[in-house]
């Protein structure tokens, strides 16, 4: 199977896929060598920090689906560009075609 993958400013893999997406180049070496440095990536601080930030945004939307499911609020009180991103969410989270930013599958790995 064949593997792309997007590397930062620094060179450092970021994200992998098994589909040629805009921004990725060929993957040299072999599949455990990219799970290798994305994991050694991972364990940064930063990268703990991204990865906790994702999980909050998730909490934040099922928060706020909450609220407008038990009426707290109306959705419409909501900005209309929030309106807009949630609803384009839950879209992309019923369809299973997100970006897996909060560790759901998709093609990056």
Not at 58 to 71: A, G, P
Request: hydrophobic content about 35%; glycine content about 8%.
């Amino acid at each position: 199977m064949n593997r792309y993958v997007k590397r930062d400013a620094q060179g450092v893999v970021i994200a992998v896929s098994v589909e040629p997406l805009e921004g990725f180049e060929p993957a040299q070496g072999s599949g455990s060598q990219l799970a290798d440095e994305m994991e050694a990536r991972r364990d940064q601080p930063q990268n703990r920090l991204e990865e906790s930030d994702r999980d909050v945004v998730r909490v934040l939307d099922d928060l706020i689906n909450l609220l407008v499911e038990t009426n707290a609020i109306r959705f419409t009180d909501l900005p209309e560009p929030a309106q807009r991103k949630l609803m384009e969410r839950k879209g992309l989270r019923r369809t299973g075609t997100h970006l897996g930013l909060l560790g759901d599958e998709s093609s990056l790995i």
